[in-house]
């Protein structure tokens, strides 16, 4: 009994790590590399989760499906930043209204394309058991998929000749640009590649969530939420915020429900904030320089 | 007086008796800090006080009373502009104040209109309980050295932290003395504001609870460019710019921010008050995220940094909101996203300040502007 | 019809309070005004045309509709404003009612009570509707009803909610839970056992029929073993699959709302949670068994006062009928045919009593007025103002397909004409206005 209860909480442990990290981790990247609060950011999601729910509904195998989602939702982000995005660096303030603005118009979009349902995405793989009990196996999907992306994303940042550019032009962007750094595309690519995570965190999710066009509502507060209390640093911030959240949040909603875990989660970020000002990356950053 | 006039030219249209009148009127209330300072402003100002008077005996029940909606959440915006656009603190659960306002309004007012019919005390409380509520949590943040986004973080939290408990309080054991909460449905049947005791009672119906909400956004205006353009109100610009700097000068970065914090709450429980009066209703969204949102999209399309803007952004976005909804094509939401899309990339720094030097330039093109502002130095 | 008409001869003064009196005759005053400005607005709802009318004296018949179309109860709303449509097109067509032609105004109220509230005060106060329809949530029906009754304004709430509102200017024709429960509970514990665990939406509509659950329940000698409220922003079902498994009961009662809840079914399934469910919510307005991919829904068993599967000849006829004028609709549910019963009800209320005028029409709706719809005759209980309904009994098969099982006949609103007695202790200008929340 005592240990099918530590796997219960483990396996809520692992899926609320995982939805956390997935709904950020596009968002991090957007906030974190170009300071621009997207709050289109759960449309992106949305927009990716439709792609994917389309394509597979058309007989694409979901595996396909997913990153076609996120390539579909890259593709409309890269159009968005050459339209407007591009016009709102280093105006922090000015890119949340104009996200909110953005997010209105995809929610109601895809309601007139689209109708006010879909067609939901079946969750793959069904239950492992253990004892009398069972869970779904595509929870450890998830998180598995989710510490997957940040660890691509990190090949990226530290391997490739536009990761090296791109953390030049993070920290100097004057600098970067004299040494020959067309900071213009750095941009561009940063935002494609925030909006392709997006849009493949979307794909991922679809199978745990209805179809719906208000479907990245639900998301755009725990993405907020991680990523600010993660802190200056993408990645292992993300991993940090994402690991600490989820420990608060789903042994609270296992004993005293879900509304428990949901108000633990908002506390636990305004205790993390209060301890720790410059996120949690930021304690941890600050120790190591 | 000592104090600094910068007048702004085209006062060689008006007599000099005038202009030198309404300077010495305003006075109080001029300064860089605010947007429009010359005699032609002011006179603009008393004209536009005069229509939004006439206004009632002009158009139809339906607009007061919409229109008196309309201005109680300009307060809202008002507060976020003190802590946010003069002080730096952007705060993006100025809702959480506004609901605890409005609950605080009316659960005393149930309470207590029973027995003295009256509504005073309940005013008070929902302006005060949202202020010390706003102490406790920005003594938490600032005296934690808590700033920029996280600021916005925490209070988005605290706003949505309350919107779960109050969504939760359905049924009769969440009851205040005769105020059921109502939970997720709202708390109905709130009274609306009535002043004075029995039997002496002014109760606000439509048309005096406009003229009151009217009078209360004149009075607060000048309050908040009295304040903006005092001492204090450089100090709240100086955190602002640069807090380091000022903390070097001696200020205590962290309790003058408390303080207008503090202030910022209090405004934002009255327009949370006036708004559970004038609607006989309240309940949770109002404290969820859309609604934090507003306040936020209001202020940034009108122009952070003026109160103008504040005002003008609040009052023009709800009426778009409202006509748009009233229009009830399926295109009306796209609408409005594409209309704050073109608005924040043509106007940078909000409508107000944008309008406000076009009309500088097209008056004050006269070469001789820097004499004019050196004389009025003198 | 039949009734006490005192009202007529009582001095209204004494009985309306003085901001009431305002908004009358203000409104009478500067109707001229109104129409300019309406005009100069650019609202787009053609109502120049009733510009000139002033309440029952116009030419056309205004009926003011708030159905969702955008925002989360989009879902409700579309289905609702169809068929608006198709009622007011169908009324013009066999020559408007009372030969006048009726006028839909229809601002779309997206999901927010804010908006709710505006765009009510806007059709009641500007437009000077004859009668107001619509609202999904109990929340926006509440936001709206102090204009409601401060204004006189007579109104009709299409939806499924939890029951207690008892207003003399309010007519609610969808099923409470109290109404659904009954053959559904019966049914469950004779198939399938005594132990039940209840979800539910963690707000009022979910917390009250959950409270109906329990008393059910215990009147068929059940008992709940597990009881969970889930907040409607949560679309991870995990902890609560978890806590069914450990209670282990015989079946679910799911009182689950919402598109961040319907992922429960699925994620259910792929958890291995094989129970038996029963909802009196879910399949006949958001139509799971459609948009859930199959077998996550198997083994549910629903009670309804309509289905779009419904088979009889009366509801062929409805459904091919709304399905050629919106070949796009998805499923015809609970809400669309509702508001559609609204429309009819009202259609016969101003037949019968020959004029618009509110207090006339809203006397005939309290005579025990019965009506042949898609779903059976229907009545409309004076005391409540609530309609009686068929309430029909299905299970949903392995590829989710419907299978009637059992229809109750007529269930009237019982439990609330234990405190509610609109007939004969409430009048138009003297009403009663209550919502009460305890089962």
């Known amino acids: 009994m005592a240990l099918t209860n530590v796997l219960d909480i483990t396996?809520?442990?692992?899926?609320?790590?995982?939805?956390?990290?997935?709904?950020?981790?596009?968002?991090?990247?957007?906030?974190?590399?170009?300071?621009?609060?997207?709050?289109?950011?759960?449309?992106?999601?949305?927009?990716?989760?439709?792609?994917?729910?389309?394509?597979?509904?058309?007989?694409?195998?979901?595996a396909l499906a997913i990153p076609i989602g996120g390539?579909?939702?890259?593709?409309?982000?890269?159009?968005?930043?050459?339209?407007?995005?591009?016009?709102?660096?280093?105006?922090?303030?000015?890119?949340?209204v104009a996200t909110w603005g953005i997010s209105l118009i995809f929610a109601q979009g895809m309601l007139i394309i689209a109708g006010p349902s879909f067609s939901d995405v079946p969750t793959p793989l069904g239950p492992i058991s253990y004892g009398d009990f069972s869970m779904s196996l595509y929870r450890v999907v998830l998180a598995a998929s989710a510490i997957g992306l940040l660890i691509a994303l990190y090949g990226i940042y530290t391997y490739t000749t536009y990761g090296r550019h791109a953390r030049a032009t993070m920290q100097d962007e004057e600098t970067a640009r004299s040494l020959g750094v067309n900071t213009d595309r750095i941009y561009m690519i940063t935002f494609f590649i925030g909006s392709v995570m997006a849009g493949i965190a979307g794909g991922l999710l679809s199978p745990i969530v209805s179809i719906v066009p208000t479907l990245g509502q639900s998301y755009i507060i725990e993405a907020f939420v991680t990523v600010i209390v993660a802190g200056p640093s993408v990645i292992l911030g993300t991993i940090l915020s994402g690991f600490s959240l989820s420990v608060v949040n789903a042994p609270v909603s296992q004993w005293a429900g879900s509304f428990a875990g949901r108000v633990a989660l908002l506390v636990a970020a305004i205790v993390i904030i209060r301890l720790l000002p410059e996120g949690i990356s930021g304690y941890w950053m600050e120790g190591g320089e | 007086m000592s104090e600094k006039k910068p007048t702004l030219p085209g006062n060689e249209f008006l007599p000099s008796i005038v202009v030198d009148g309404l300077d010495r009127v305003f006075a109080p209330f001029n300064g860089p800090n605010t947007i429009g300072n010359s005699p032609i402003f002011w006179i603009a100002f008393l004209l536009v006080a005069l229509v939004a008077l006439a206004y009632p005996a002009v158009t139809t029940p339906f607009r007061v009373l919409n229109t008196t909606g309309y201005v109680v959440w300009i307060f809202l915006a008002l507060s976020l502009t003190l802590i946010w656009g003069y002080t730096g603190i952007f705060s993006f659960g100025q809702t959480a104040f506004?609901?605890?306002?409005?609950?605080?309004?009316?659960?005393?007012?149930?309470?207590?209109?029973?027995?003295?019919?009256?509504?005073?005390?309940?005013?008070?409380?929902?302006?005060?309980?949202?202020?010390?509520?706003?102490?406790?949590?920005?003594?938490?943040?600032?005296?934690?050295?808590?700033?920029g986004v996280y600021v916005a973080i925490i209070t988005l939290a605290v706003t949505l932290i309350l919107e779960l408990l109050f969504g939760r309080t359905a049924g009769p054991q969440y009851t205040i003395g005769a105020a059921e909460l109502g939970g997720f449905n709202g708390m109905t049947n709130i009274p609306s504001l009535a002043f004075g005791i029995e039997p002496v009672l002014v109760e606000l119906d439509p048309v005096p609870m406009y003229y009151f909400v009217v009078g209360l956004l004149i009075a607060g205006y000048l309050a908040l460019r009295y304040v903006v353009n005092s001492n204090y109100g450089?100090?709240?610009?100086?955190?602002?710019?640069?807090?380091?700097?000022?903390?070097?000068?001696?200020?205590?970065?962290?309790?003058?921010?408390?303080?207008?914090?503090?202030?910022?709450?209090?405004?934002?429980?009255?327009?949370?008050?006036?708004?559970?009066?004038?609607?006989?209703?309240?309940?949770?969204?109002?404290?969820?995220?859309?609604?934090?949102?507003?306040?936020?999209?209001?202020?940034?399309?009108?122009?952070?940094?003026?109160?103008?803007?504040?005002?003008?952004?609040?009052?023009?976005?709800?009426?778009?909101?409202?006509?748009?909804?009233?229009?009830?094509?399926?295109?009306?939401?796209?609408?409005?996203?594409?209309?704050?899309?073109?608005?924040i990339l043509y106007f940078s720094d909000g409508v107000v300040p944008a309008i406000a030097s076009r009309i500088e330039d097209r008056i004050g093109s006269s070469p001789d502007e820097s004499v004019v502002l050196e004389e009025s130095d003198a | 019809m039949g009734r006490d008409n005192s009202w007529r001869n009582a001095s209204d003064a004494t009985l309306t309070n003085s901001r009431r009196r305002f908004l009358k005759t203000a409104a009478g005053g500067s109707v001229g005004l109104s129409a300019m400005l309406a005009g100069c607005s650019g609202n787009g709802n053609g109502n120049g045309g009733n510009g000139g009318g002033n309440g029952g004296d116009s030419e056309t018949i205004t009926i003011?509709?708030?159905?969702?179309?955008?925002?989360?109860?989009?879902?409700?709303?579309?289905?609702?404003?169809?068929?608006?449509?198709?009622?007011?097109?169908?009324?013009?067509?066999?020559g408007g009612l009372l030969g006048r032609e009726v006028e839909l105004v229809d601002p779309d109220p997206q999901s927010d009570t804010g908006v709710y509230q505006e765009q009510a005060r806007r059709l009641i106060l500007e437009d000077q509707v004859d009668v107001l329809m619509g609202g999904v949530t109990s929340a926006s029906r509440e936001a709206m009803r102090p204009t409601i009754s401060e204004n006189q304004q007579l109104y009709f709430y299409p939806a499924l909610y939890e029951g207690g509102v008892c207003?003399?200017?309010?007519?609610?024709?969808?099923?409470?839970?109290?109404?659904?429960?009954?053959?559904?509970?019966?049914?469950?514990?004779?198939?399938?056992?005594?132990?039940?665990?209840?979800?539910?939406?963690?707000?009022?509509?979910?917390?009250?029929?959950?409270?109906?659950?329990?008393?059910y329940v215990g009147n068929e000698g059940g008992e709940i073993i597990g009881e969970e409220f889930i907040p409607l922003d949560v679309s991870d079902h995990g902890s609560t699959?978890?806590?069914?498994?450990?209670?282990?009961?015989?079946?679910?009662?799911?009182?689950?709302?919402?598109?961040?809840?319907?992922?429960?079914?699925?994620?259910?399934?792929?958890?291995?949670?094989?129970?038996?469910?029963?909802?009196?919510?879910?399949?006949?307005?958001?139509?799971?068994?459609?948009?859930?991919?199959?077998?996550?829904?198997?083994?549910?068993?629903?009670?309804?006062n309509y289905m779009e599967e419904i088979p009889t000849d009366a509801n062929e006829d409805f459904v091919s009928r709304y399905r050629e004028r919106f070949p796009e609709t998805e499923y015809l549910n609970q809400h669309g045919f509702s508001h559609y019963v609204s429309y009819k009800l009202y259609e016969m209320a101003v037949e019968e009593a020959g004029t618009v005028e509110m207090p006339e029409v809203n006397d005939v709706l309290e005579s025990g007025l019965s009506i042949s719809t898609a779903a059976g005759e229907l009545s409309l209980d004076p005391a409540t103002h609530h309609l009686s309904h068929n309430i029909y009994l299905a299970e949903v098969g392995e590829d989710h397909s419907i299978n009637f099982l059992d229809t109750t006949e007529n269930v009237e609103p019982e439990w609330l004409r234990e405190r509610c007695s609109l007939d004969t202790e409430s009048t138009w200008d003297d009403p009663t206005s209550e919502f009460f929340t305890d089962v």
């Open chain 1, 11 to 62: 396996g809520l442990m692992l899926s609320s790590f995982g939805t956390l990290v997935l709904a950020a981790v596009g968002l991090a990247i957007i906030f974190g590399m170009m300071r621009i609060i997207n709050l289109a950011h759960g449309e992106f999601i949305m927009i990716g989760a439709y792609a994917t729910a389309f394509s597979f509904s058309a007989g694409v195998p979901l």
């Open chain 3, 241 to 304: 699959i978890n806590n069914i498994q450990d209670a282990d009961p015989d079946w679910i009662m799911s009182l689950i709302v919402g598109s961040n809840h319907v992922p429960f079914y699925s994620q259910a399934e792929s958890s291995g949670l094989n129970k038996p469910m029963a909802s009196t919510v879910s399949i006949g307005s958001a139509y799971e068994h459609i948009t859930v991919d199959p077998p996550a829904l198997e083994s549910m068993y629903t009670a309804w």
């Open chain 2, 98 to 147: 506004f609901g605890l306002g409005g609950y605080t309004f009316g659960v005393v007012a149930k309470n207590l209109v029973q027995v003295t019919g009256a509504t005073n005390l309940a005013l008070l409380a929902a302006v005060v309980l949202p202020a010390v509520f706003a102490v406790v949590v920005g003594y938490f943040m600032f005296y934690g050295r808590v700033s």
């Open chain 2, 234 to 343: 450089y100090v709240l610009i100086a955190v602002r710019e640069n807090e380091a700097r000022t903390e070097m000068f001696g200020y205590d970065i962290r309790k003058i921010k408390l303080q207008a914090f503090a202030i910022g709450g209090a405004m934002a429980g009255l327009s949370g008050a006036l708004f559970a009066s004038w609607n006989n209703f309240i309940s949770p969204p109002v404290m969820g995220i859309v609604t934090a949102a507003l306040p936020v999209i209001w202020v940034t399309v009108g122009g952070r940094q003026t109160i103008l803007g504040a005002i003008f952004g609040a009052l023009g976005l709800q009426f778009l909101d409202s006509e748009l909804a009233a229009a009830g094509s399926e295109f009306s939401v796209v609408a409005l996203g594409v209309i704050l899309l073109g608005v």
């Open chain 3, 167 to 215: 207003d003399e200017y309010i007519h609610l024709t969808g099923p409470t839970p109290s109404q659904q429960m009954l053959p559904l509970v019966q049914y469950m514990v004779e198939e399938f056992g005594t132990e039940v665990y209840t979800i539910a939406a963690d707000y009022n509509f979910g917390q009250i029929s959950a409270r109906w659950a329990e008393r």
């Open chain 1, 71 to 96: 390539l579909v939702t890259g593709i409309v982000g890269l159009v968005l930043e050459r339209l407007i995005i591009r016009h709102l660096y280093d105006r922090l303030v000015d890119s949340m």
């Open chain 3, 64 to 94: 003011g509709d708030l159905s969702p179309r955008s925002g989360p109860n989009a879902l409700y709303g579309t289905p609702m404003h169809n068929s608006a449509q198709l009622a007011v097109e169908e009324m013009n067509e066999n």
